[in-house]
């Protein structure tokens, strides 16, 4: 991801298929749009709806950017667009600074 505005640069393979995307469906995009986290795509936007407020993921790639501290196993639970359906999911990730960029490392995303 990058800094400002935090958007997705790229992603494997791997990221590509657990999401079912894309390349070109991810970059620019910011990590609930591709997420399908239903509070991404209200009129505030991911990462600043009031449901983002607390968000661990969210504070944790904010704190990466603004400290550099790499951060590990940082959970949360994320309402997903699936279809008709709005499913729980769970989302475990850690985040790394890698010069200007921040690596996010998707270790979880299951339905809860």
């Known amino acids: ?3 400002n505005p935090r958007q997705v640069i790229t992603a494997n393979n791997q990221a590509l298929e ?3 995307k894309e390349l ?18 209200t009129e505030d936007g991911c990462g600043k709806d009031s449901h983002c407020e607390g968000c661990k993921i ?10 550099g501290k790499s951060h590990n196993g940082v959970s ?3 309402q997903i667009q699936k279809s008709d359906q709005i499913i729980p999911y769970l989302l475990q990730v850690s985040t790394e600074k890698v010069g200007d ?3 996010v490392k ?6 809860a």
């Not at 969210?58 to 400290?67: C, H």
């Not at 998707?106 to 339905?111: A, D, G, Y």
């Open 1 to 3: 991801m990058q800094g």
């Open 18 to 20: 657990l999401f079912g």
């Open 24 to 41: 070109h469906e991810v970059e620019g995009r910011r990590g609930g749009q591709v997420f399908d986290c239903i509070y991404a795509f």
């Open 58 to 67: 969210r504070d944790g790639i904010i704190d990466t950017f603004t400290t």
């Open 76 to 78: 949360t639970s994320l």
């Open 101 to 103: 960029l921040a690596l």
């Open 106 to 111: 998707i270790e979880r995303f299951e339905n």
